[in-house]
Protein backbone atom coordinates (compact mmCIF):
# COMPACT_ATOMS: atom_id res chain seq x y z
CA UNK A 1 0.00 0.00 0.00
CA UNK A 2 1.28 3.22 -1.17
CA UNK A 3 1.81 6.42 1.52
CA UNK A 4 -0.68 8.92 1.44
CA UNK A 5 -0.44 12.54 1.50
CA UNK A 6 -3.06 15.30 1.29
CA UNK A 7 -2.80 19.54 1.82
CA UNK A 8 0.08 19.18 -0.99
CA UNK A 9 -2.06 19.88 -4.11
CA UNK A 10 -5.34 21.03 -5.07
CA UNK A 11 -7.86 20.83 -8.52
CA UNK A 12 -9.20 23.87 -8.92
CA UNK A 13 -9.03 24.36 -5.33
CA UNK A 14 -10.66 20.90 -4.63
CA UNK A 15 -7.93 19.18 -2.09
CA UNK A 16 -6.29 15.81 -3.54
CA UNK A 17 -4.38 12.99 -2.41
CA UNK A 18 -0.76 12.11 -3.87
CA UNK A 19 0.08 8.51 -3.37
CA UNK A 20 3.92 7.47 -2.85
CA UNK A 21 6.68 8.81 -0.72
CA UNK A 22 7.12 12.57 -0.01
CA UNK A 23 10.38 13.45 -1.64
CA UNK A 24 12.08 16.87 -1.62
CA UNK A 25 15.21 17.95 -2.99
CA UNK A 26 18.30 16.51 -1.42
CA UNK A 27 16.85 13.16 -1.76
CA UNK A 28 18.42 10.10 -3.72
CA UNK A 29 16.25 9.46 -7.21
CA UNK A 30 14.30 6.45 -6.92
CA UNK A 31 13.97 3.95 -10.04
CA UNK A 32 11.46 4.35 -12.30
CA UNK A 33 10.26 2.59 -15.51
CA UNK A 34 8.14 4.17 -18.11
CA UNK A 35 7.73 3.83 -21.54
CA UNK A 36 9.23 5.79 -24.31
CA UNK A 37 6.82 6.48 -27.88
CA UNK A 38 7.78 2.92 -29.68
CA UNK A 39 6.57 1.30 -26.09
CA UNK A 40 10.17 0.46 -25.01
CA UNK A 41 10.84 0.48 -21.51
CA UNK A 42 13.40 3.51 -20.23
CA UNK A 43 14.62 3.31 -16.37
CA UNK A 44 16.96 5.40 -14.42
CA UNK A 45 19.57 3.58 -15.20
CA UNK A 46 19.89 3.96 -18.99
CA UNK A 47 20.51 7.73 -18.37
CA UNK A 48 23.15 7.23 -15.81
CA UNK A 49 25.92 10.01 -15.88
CA UNK A 50 23.54 12.66 -17.18
CA UNK A 51 21.85 15.41 -15.77
CA UNK A 52 17.72 15.30 -16.30
CA UNK A 53 14.83 17.56 -16.10
CA UNK A 54 11.96 15.89 -15.60
CA UNK A 55 8.89 17.89 -16.60
CA UNK A 56 5.32 16.13 -14.89
CA UNK A 57 2.42 16.95 -16.45
CA UNK A 58 -1.35 15.27 -15.92
CA UNK A 59 -1.81 15.60 -19.86
CA UNK A 60 0.23 17.09 -23.16
CA UNK A 61 -3.25 17.62 -24.56
CA UNK A 62 -4.14 20.82 -22.12
CA UNK A 63 -3.32 24.06 -21.96
CA UNK A 64 -1.05 24.25 -19.64
CA UNK A 65 1.00 20.88 -20.17
CA UNK A 66 1.46 22.48 -23.53
CA UNK A 67 2.83 25.38 -21.97
CA UNK A 68 5.21 23.70 -19.79
CA UNK A 69 6.79 21.63 -21.69
CA UNK A 70 7.18 24.02 -24.90
CA UNK A 71 8.95 26.57 -22.44
CA UNK A 72 11.30 24.12 -20.87
CA UNK A 73 12.18 22.62 -24.11
CA UNK A 74 13.05 25.99 -25.41
CA UNK A 75 14.85 26.82 -22.07
CA UNK A 76 17.03 23.29 -21.04
CA UNK A 77 17.74 23.66 -24.75
CA UNK A 78 19.43 27.21 -24.27
CA UNK A 79 20.85 26.05 -20.78
CA UNK A 80 23.17 22.90 -22.06
CA UNK A 81 23.09 20.37 -25.39
CA UNK A 82 23.85 17.78 -22.78
CA UNK A 83 20.93 17.95 -20.55
CA UNK A 84 18.51 15.81 -21.00
CA UNK A 85 14.77 16.56 -20.86
CA UNK A 86 11.68 14.44 -20.09
CA UNK A 87 8.35 15.16 -20.25
CA UNK A 88 5.92 12.53 -17.99
CA UNK A 89 2.75 12.00 -18.07
CA UNK A 90 -0.14 8.94 -18.39
CA UNK A 91 -0.74 9.59 -21.62
CA UNK A 92 -0.73 6.55 -23.91
CA UNK A 93 2.79 6.86 -25.42
CA UNK A 94 0.65 7.28 -29.02
CA UNK A 95 -0.79 10.40 -28.01
CA UNK A 96 2.55 11.66 -26.14
CA UNK A 97 4.00 10.73 -30.18
CA UNK A 98 1.19 12.57 -31.92
CA UNK A 99 1.57 15.65 -29.69
CA UNK A 100 5.25 15.56 -30.16
CA UNK A 101 4.94 15.42 -34.21
CA UNK A 102 2.10 18.22 -34.30
CA UNK A 103 3.99 20.67 -32.15
CA UNK A 104 7.30 20.08 -34.03
CA UNK A 105 9.16 19.44 -30.97
CA UNK A 106 12.56 17.35 -31.06
CA UNK A 107 14.11 18.39 -27.89
CA UNK A 108 11.83 16.35 -25.87
CA UNK A 109 11.87 13.05 -25.05
CA UNK A 110 8.35 12.14 -23.82
CA UNK A 111 7.56 8.96 -21.77
CA UNK A 112 4.24 7.49 -20.41
CA UNK A 113 3.20 5.94 -16.84
CA UNK A 114 0.25 5.06 -17.91
CA UNK A 115 1.00 1.44 -17.66
CA UNK A 116 1.76 0.82 -14.06
CA UNK A 117 2.33 4.18 -12.61
CA UNK A 118 5.74 3.44 -11.23
CA UNK A 119 6.80 6.76 -11.87
CA UNK A 120 4.11 8.29 -9.97
CA UNK A 121 4.15 6.06 -7.17
CA UNK A 122 7.89 5.73 -6.59
CA UNK A 123 8.21 9.59 -6.75
CA UNK A 124 4.88 10.64 -5.06
CA UNK A 125 2.64 11.88 -7.85
CA UNK A 126 0.14 10.16 -8.56
CA UNK A 127 -3.05 11.85 -7.49
CA UNK A 128 -5.49 8.64 -6.30
CA UNK A 129 -8.99 10.29 -7.26
CA UNK A 130 -7.97 10.31 -11.10
CA UNK A 131 -5.10 8.63 -11.62
CA UNK A 132 -3.25 11.47 -13.48
CA UNK A 133 0.57 12.53 -12.36
CA UNK A 134 0.10 15.51 -10.49
CA UNK A 135 2.54 18.80 -11.85
CA UNK A 136 6.34 19.20 -10.97
CA UNK A 137 9.48 19.37 -11.76
CA UNK A 138 12.36 17.66 -11.12
CA UNK A 139 16.30 17.51 -11.80
CA UNK A 140 17.90 14.59 -11.36
CA UNK A 141 22.03 15.09 -11.32
CA UNK A 142 24.46 12.98 -12.65
CA UNK A 143 25.15 11.22 -9.64
CA UNK A 144 20.80 10.63 -9.24
CA UNK A 145 20.29 12.85 -6.65
CA UNK A 146 17.60 15.38 -6.54
CA UNK A 147 18.86 18.64 -6.25
CA UNK A 148 15.56 20.17 -7.12
CA UNK A 149 12.09 19.07 -6.75
CA UNK A 150 8.47 20.74 -7.39
CA UNK A 151 5.16 20.30 -6.76
CA UNK A 152 2.85 22.81 -8.32
CA UNK A 153 0.31 23.01 -5.15
CA UNK A 154 -2.15 24.03 -7.86
CA UNK A 155 -2.28 21.64 -10.51
CA UNK A 156 -3.81 24.19 -13.36
CA UNK A 157 -0.89 27.02 -12.27
CA UNK A 158 2.47 26.68 -13.90
CA UNK A 159 5.48 25.48 -12.42
CA UNK A 160 8.17 28.00 -11.03
CA UNK A 161 10.55 28.36 -14.40
CA UNK A 162 12.94 30.73 -12.80
CA UNK A 163 13.60 28.87 -10.08
CA UNK A 164 14.09 25.56 -11.81
CA UNK A 165 15.91 26.95 -14.44
CA UNK A 166 18.70 28.63 -11.99
CA UNK A 167 18.92 25.22 -10.14
CA UNK A 168 19.67 23.56 -13.54
CA UNK A 169 22.06 25.85 -14.63
CA UNK A 170 23.99 25.50 -11.12
CA UNK A 171 24.85 22.16 -12.28
CA UNK A 172 26.41 22.93 -15.46
Known amino acids: ?22 LTAGDKAPDYTLLDNSLRPVTLA ?26 FAREVKKTSEDILFYTVSMDLPFAQKRWVEENKISDT ?9 NFGLNYGLLLKE ?12 SEN ?28
Do not use: W
Open 130 to 141: IRLLTRAVLIID
Open 46 to 71: DSAGKIRLISVVPSLDTEVCDIQTKM
Open 109 to 117: ITLSDFNDA
Open 145 to 172: NLPYFEIVPEIHHEPNYADSLEALRNLK
Open 1 to 22: MADERSKVVTMFDKPMTLLGPG
